[in-house]
C-alpha cells in the first residue's frame, strides 16, 4: 500500500487554485508579511489557512478597488 502525502501548495499552485496571476500572489505575501510553513527545495510553501489568507486579501484589495471606480 502506498502512502499519499498531503498536498502543501507553492505560489503557483495557490495562484492555480483562487484563478489569478503569480505576480499577484507574491505581491500579497510581501505586503501582508505571510511567512511560509516550510520549504521544498527553493520553493516556498504554505498552509491551508494561509491559502485562505491570501484569497481573503485578493479580495480585499479587489473590493477596494472597485469601490474607489465607482
Known amino acids: 500500500m502506498q502512502a ?3 498536498a502543501i501548495p507553492t505560489i ?10 503569480q ?3 507574491e505581491y500579497v505575501i510581501r505586503a501582508r508579511n505571510i511567512t511560509p510553513c516550510g520549504w521544498a527545495g527553493n520553493a516556498r ?7 485562505e489568507r491570501i484569497a481573503d486579501e485578493l479580495r480585499d484589495i479587489e473590493n477596494t478597488r472597485s469601490a474607489h471606480d465607482r
Request: aromatic share 4%; proline share 9%.
Open 23 to 25: 505576480h499577484r500572489v
Open 4 to 6: 499519499v502525502a498531503p
Open 12 to 21: 503557483g499552485e495557490i495562484a492555480r487554485r483562487i484563478g489569478v496571476p
Open 45 to 51: 510553501v504554505f498552509s491551508d489557512a494561509d491559502v
